[in-house]
T-cell receptor
């Protein structure tokens, strides 16, 4: 799986909209962009994923650049519960050789202030 | 109700002993995984199973052995425990094991003294 680059940390205030960037310049055409988040002492929580089109769900909006070399996870109106480490991960789409391995990096620590 | 159960939540063991970490998922998934997270380090993939068969093993040591007695169970047996094995072990599952979304359990925190 190709590599991603994320800022080490970001600061925000409750109620703000947060933009978490992820760079993946060497992404392959069959790689999905996945986002997970993790709070201390808990397992990673799935946030969203996309291939080419922007996606939205109850948690976040994922904006994918037209060349797919970067993406941004947008968290509207963050609360203290959104404070976590956010991981941007590339996953190869379903193939016979895919063993399901997810490769986590250090992610972006999002701090949310009252 | 929790969909992925890991037992125990905390585990303390002595060096050289053997422990089994339990994982059960009630999502109807056919693939299960184990990951490990040591202090201040990213999650590290260990194993993946699909339809109770091993798909991938990224663990160098044979002291770590997954055990799948049922489709929705994937336990992790660790023998000859070492202090370096101290970590939080996360179980995950997905529908098919081929690039689909994985969902994680709450983890088992293992401390080896």
């Amino acid at each position: 799986d190709a590599k991603t680059t994320q800022p080490d940390s970001m600061e925000s205030t409750e109620g703000e909209t947060v933009h978490l960037p992820c760079s993946h310049a060497t992404i392959s055409g069959n790689e999905y962009i996945y986002w997970y988040r993790q709070v201390p002492l808990q397992g990673p929580e799935y946030v969203t994923h996309g291939l080419q089109q922007n996606t939205t769900n109850s948690m976040a909006f994922l904006a994918i650049a037209s060349d797919r070399k970067s993406s941004t996870l947008i968290l509207p109106h963050v609360s203290l519960r959104d404070a976590a480490v956010y991981h941007c991960i590339l996953r190869v789409a379903s193939t016979g050789a895919n063993t399901g391995k997810l490769t986590f990096g250090h992610g972006t620590i999002l701090r949310v202030h009252p | 109700d929790p969909k992925i159960i890991q037992k125990p939540k905390y585990l303390v063991a002595v060096t050289g002993s053997e422990k089994i970490l339990i994982c059960e998922q009630y999502l109807g998934h056919n693939a299960m995984y184990w990951y490990r997270q040591s202090a201040k380090k990213p999650l590290e993939f260990m194993f993946s199973y699909s339809y109770q068969k091993l798909m991938d093993n990224q663990t160098a040591s044979s002291r770590f052995q997954p055990q799948s007695s049922k489709k929705n169970h994937l336990d992790l047996q660790i023998t000859a425990l070492k202090p370096d094995d101290s970590a939080t072990y996360f179980c995950a599952s997905s529908q098919t094991g081929r690039g689909d979304t994985q969902y994680f359990g709450p983890g088992t925190r293992l401390l080896v003294l």
